[in-house]
């Protein structure tokens, strides 16, 4: 076995134990990403000295009893986080030479806490998108068939932990980003509940739905993982201040009496067949382990789709306002007065993806508009999260598909966008509803591609929720299978 065949708890039990160190992991990863970033396309920097250094003070600390939780764990980043002194492409090239001044909360607190990070995940461009497509350093190619998408936006962050690249990584999930690429490339991702995470020091996409959280191979490791990053902080407006429990406490592998709903609408015609076929086994492997499962419904779940690329847009359009090649990033030469710098470089800077949803999203809140789009999605969005509060008086998690298809092939959806949004139409409800959720291993298609089970859980009820997914791994094999790249 491989040192990067380990989880990030087998490493951290093995460096205690001195059976290796923290530098011979790190320098385990980089040869193995030097010999599959040519074929995965996961990472857009490498920090190879740096890592080196981090792994290095992490020995000390070992050796001294200093270490925490993290300490010599080698972990990537989706490169929409601010770090300090390193480049900070969101995947864009109006982005060009920015390298950020300061580390972004959630990343304060893995360095905080020892973690040797190894660089900065391809995504795409500004977490605009469900293939890992819309990058400009090109797209992610799924370890598990290098022909199909790893899906997004987290597509490097989830192709990464797969392929053995890292032992963990960090992404953002505003539409299912963390969620969708977890279920296609085999490994378990947790969006957590809006407001347990900070924000600060991400680069801003839809601030109402962003969330960060962790991608992992196994659900102790997601809640290692959770434990390092969430908490309040006050300099993101929208961390909650509540308690953050013991999540490792919560995997007692023990969900008998459990209440797990099966949402109505998320199991109809349209969902492929493999996909259908795993979640049900899954639902009756918790079933077995003493869950009860109790049929619920969501009825406005069909509106959520829309709902969600009203209000993203609108907020990126707004967002994205500040790229205008004056202050950092891409400024294009030769500009013949201010407004023609303004256009040429947004022009220059920006992918189509990201064009076209910021011209939706100056649409939906354009002057005789706004009522009509975005202000009535705001009222749909408060209905969705009702239907999920309704449904948690009812039962403890829901369980359901994470997408309605095994990974697509590279370019199958590219020419064909709404096509391409549905692809997140089992994952936006959460974000709407701002509620905490997790995909997880469940089995494989025909084809032999990775299916994933989505667990949804009542808002900064992570705990429960990691203890069911843990359940239902320890009764299982999926997640211990890895592609042969």
Request: hydrophobic share 40%.
């Amino acid at each position: 076995m491989e040192i990067y065949d380990f989880t990030l708890t087998e490493l951290r039990n093995r460096l205690d134990r001195r059976e290796f160190s923290a530098v011979e992991v790190a320098d385990a990863y980089l040869v193995r990403i030097a010999a599959t970033n040519p074929l995965i396309n996961s990472y857009i920097t490498v920090c190879a000295a740096a890592a080196r250094s981090d792994a290095a003070a992490a020995d000390l600390a070992i050796a001294s009893g200093s270490a925490g939780p993290l300490t010599g764990l080698p972990i990537a980043v989706k490169d929409i986080f601010n770090t300090a002194g390193l480049r900070t492409t969101c995947a864009s090239r109006i982005l060009d030479g920015y390298v950020s001044p300061y580390d972004a909360t959630a990343i304060a607190r893995i360095k905080q806490q020892g973690a040797v990070m190894l660089g900065k995940l391809n995504m795409d461009e500004f977490a605009m998108g469900s293939s890992n497509e819309n990058s400009a350093f090109g797209p992610v190619h799924n370890p598990w068939n290098l022909d199909r998408v790893p899906g997004g936006s987290s597509g490097g962050s989830a192709a990464c932990v797969a392929g053995r690249q890292a032992g963990a990584a960090l992404g953002t999930d505003t539409g299912g980003s963390i969620r969708q690429p977890a279920a296609h490339c085999s490994v378990v991702g947790l969006k957590p509940t809006y407001g347990r995470v900070s924000r600060y020091g991400v680069i801003a996409y839809a601030s109402s739905l962003d969330q960060v959280g962790p991608l992992t191979r196994d659900v102790r490791d997601n809640a290692l993982l959770l434990q390092a990053i969430a908490g309040y902080d006050p300099a993101d407006s929208t961390s909650v201040n509540t308690p953050v429990p013991a999540y490792a406490k919560s995997l007692t592998g023990d969900i008998r009496g459990l209440k797990i709903g099966l949402p109505k609408e998320y199991f109809i015609d349209g969902l492929d067949a493999d996909v259908q076929k795993a979640v049900t086994t899954a639902a009756d492997t918790c079933r077995s382990l003493g869950a009860e499962l109790i049929e619920v419904e969501l009825p406005h779940t069909a509106y959520a789709v829309a709902c969600y690329y009203l209000i993203a847009t609108a907020e990126a359009s707004s967002n994205l306002a500040r790229y205008d090649g004056v202050r950092y990033g891409l400024r294009v030469k030769d500009a013949t007065n201010l407004l023609d710098m303004y256009m040429r470089s947004r022009a220059t800077g920006f992918g189509a993806e990201v064009k076209r949803r910021i011209m939706l999203g100056t649409y939906a809140l354009s002057s005789g508009y706004y009522d009509a789009y975005y202000l009535k999605s705001q009222k749909v969005r408060t209905l969705i999260r009702q239907d999920f509060l309704t449904a948690f008086d009812k039962v403890d998690v829901l369980l359901t598909p994470v997408a309605p298809t095994p990974a697509f092939a590279l370019g199958e959806k590219t020419d064909d966008p709404l096509q391409m949004y549905l692809s997140d139409i089992y994952t936006i409800p959460a974000n709407l509803a701002g509620t905490c959720a997790l995909s997880l291993p469940c089995g494989f298609s025909a084809d032999g591609l990775p299916i994933g089970l989505q667990l949804i859980g009542k808002p900064f009820d992570e705990a429960t929720l990691l203890r069911t997914a843990h359940a239902f791994e320890q009764a299982t094999q999926w997640h211990k299978q890895k592609p042969a790249i």
